[in-house]
């Protein structure tokens, strides 16, 4: 029988060689500071949190930090870019040895990062671009969501159609999928974008409803929306099935969850495509990039999650209903083999 590295170290952990060793537990081969974990805290300093990617993404970090035996603080600014700022002020105040920061703007954030890394404060950040050499940049690969998305619809549609288009500028992640919205649009000019809209005003999804219904009533030509979040594809949904429109428009975004797997397998749904990373997997990865940090590992100046193309046709062929049957059935969904030194316990069923 062959065993791994890492499970031969998760058998370490928990066995005591008292009869072969006189009492005397098998040493742990782990690094410092984790060679003591319980001594180990990291915060978890929030911009963005409703939705349910954004739940997926902080039972990763939970469940990477418990793997680890690490202590985990939470701080959620709900959407106030001064108080997430405050918010690491308070992280730096508590002695917390390494920080994630979770979305943000680049205007507040960045000083704040700068603060924690003078502190002598391990830090990096997630879909918000903080300008700090010394701070990673956690990513989900934003603009291959957007390619891998709309290269379907180009798949789907040909390359001439009339497009509505969700953004709202300065969210890292957002800012780099218009990218290549703007790039597609140039590559293909029968791609017209007859109208832009979007907001981040909670609850997202029926704010974004809100504005789409105008959009769909003032543009009923639109046969393609591209909405690069999925808060932002669930509003465009309510206001096109509300329209009547669901089999004249189709909707392509980014980011998954199982009450999105929900909406795209209804019958005759107009979210036909998203292209999306496992969100609880971002988090785990989030929480090792930090600890490789910690242990005076580099993990890189940009540790990317690759994503994966999600149709409704493979939904409703494979009888997809939720994110687990999602992971057993595209495995790379379900892992990142990304920021994992032998070293490093991952999370039951991970290795």
């Known amino acids: 029988m062959t065993i791994s590295r890492r499970t031969l170290h998760r058998l370490g952990l928990a066995l005591v060689a008292a009869s072969l060793l006189g009492g005397t537990a098998l040493a742990q081969d782990m690094p410092a ?64 040895d390494g920080i994630i920061i979770q979305h943000g703007l680049t205007e507040s954030m960045k000083e704040a990062a700068q603060r924690a890394v003078d502190a002598g404060i391990k830090v990096v950040a997630f879909d918000v671009n903080v300008e700090n050499p010394a701070v990673p940049q956690i990513e989900q690969s934003d603009r291959d969501l957007a390619r891998l998305a709309l290269e379907q619809a180009v798949k789907d549609n040909g390359e001439s159609w009339r497009a509505g288009y969700v953004y709202v500028a300065g969210i890292a992640p957002l800012d780099r999928r218009d990218e290549t919205w703007r790039e597609f649009k140039e590559k293909y000019p029968g791609i017209e974008e007859v109208a832009m809209f979007g907001t981040m005003d909670n609850p997202i999804a029926n704010s974004v409803a809100n504005q789409a219904r105008s959009v769909v009533t003032a543009n009923p030509d639109i ?60 988090g785990e990865v989030s929480v090792r990039a930090l600890a490789m940090m910690l242990a005076g590992e580099d993990p890189g100046a940009s540790v990317i999650v690759p994503p994966t193309l999600i149709t409704q046709a493979d939904l409703l062929d494979k009888n997809i209903t939720n994110m687990e049957e999602l992971g057993a059935n595209l495995p790379q969904f379900a892992h990142a083999d990304v920021a994992t030194p032998d070293w490093m316990p991952l999370p039951e069923g991970r290795e």
């Open 223 to 282: 046969t393609v929306m591209f909405a690069p979040y999925d808060e932002f594809a669930k509003g465009v949904k309510i206001a096109v099935d509300e329209a009547g429109l669901t089999s004249s428009v189709k909707i392509y975004s980014a980011d998954i969850s199982t009450s999105d797997i929900a909406a795209m397998r209804e019958p005759g749904s107009a979210w036909v495509a998203t292209a999306a990373t496992n969100p609880a997997v971002v």
């Open 33 to 96: 500071p984790f060679d003591n974990p319980g001594d180990v805290e990291i915060a978890l300093v929030r911009y963005l949190s409703t939705g349910d990617f954004f739940q997926a993404y902080l039972s990763g970090v939970e469940t990477q930090a418990a793997a680890l035996g690490v202590n985990l603080r939470v701080l959620d600014s709900r959407q106030d870019a001064a108080l997430q700022a405050d918010m690491v002020d308070q992280a730096i105040a508590l002695g917390v």
